[in-house]
Structures are given as C-alpha cells and as structure tokens.
Nanobody
Framework: QVQLVESGGGSVQAGGSLRLSCTAS?????????MGWLRQAPGKEREFVAG????????IYADSVKGRFTISRDNVKSTVTLQMNSLKPEDTAAYYC???????????????WGQGTQVTVSS
C-alpha cells in the first residue's frame, strides 16, 4: 500500500500562485516511483496535470499547464510539489497526488492517489 497526503490548496485570484505538496508513505512506495498530479473539475472527468519520474530526468505536463506549473520532488522526504503560477479560473478543480509504476500509467490509470485538495481560482 501507498499513502499519499496532499496539502496547500486554497483560493486565489486569477494570476496568482499556489504551491501544492504531497507526502508519500508506505512499504510499497519504492515500487511506484513515478509521482504526479491529476485534477478534476465539477462535472468533468479527472485529467492528468504533471508527472515526474524517480530521478527527475523525465517530466511531463498537460498542454494546458505548460509554462505555468512546475513539478519537483524530494526523494529523501518522499514529497512531490506542484508550483502553480499564473493561475486561471479554468484551473479550478480538486487536485490529486498520484503514484504509479511509470509515467505512461500515471497519465491514464494511476495505481494510487490521495484524497485531494481543492484549488479555486476566481476571476
């Protein structure tokens, strides 16, 4: 089992910034080294946002957030962070931390995800 706990959500005006963090734990965590973020807006399907592999030499973003969001990780602390800048109202969603065996799996069907943290961007 892998446990993922998110923090850092909140409300911000358009153009503002937020920083999301996720801490992973569990004996199986080493088997799911790829981490990232997905989001789900009301009435919409869950969508991939960003992903990063263990060595941080492979990072991918959804086109909608490229140039605005930055994902990073600290393997010593078992954390992954999503820095979100230039936020837009369409970024409003529940954001979920996820872990998986590969980036490909992370973008489609993550093996584990957290409870989610709400991000609300007002115009």
């Amino acid at each position: 089992q892998v446990q993922l706990v998110e923090s850092g959500g909140g409300s911000v005006q358009a153009g503002g910034s937020l920083r999301l963090s996720c801490t992973a734990s569990g004996r199986a965590f080493s088997h799911y080294p790829t981490m990232g973020w997905l989001r789900q807006a009301p009435g919409k399907e869950r969508e991939f946002v960003a992903g990063i592999n263990w060595d941080a030499n492979m990072i991918i973003y959804a086109d909608s957030v490229k140039g605005r969001f930055t994902i990073s990780r600290d393997n010593v602390k078992s954390t992954v962070t999503l820095q979100m800048n230039s936020l837009k109202p369409e970024d409003t969603a529940a954001y979920y931390c996820a872990a998986s065996r590969s980036l490909r799996a992370l973008t489609t069907t993550p093996d584990y995800w957290g409870q989610g943290t709400q991000v609300t961007v007002s115009s």
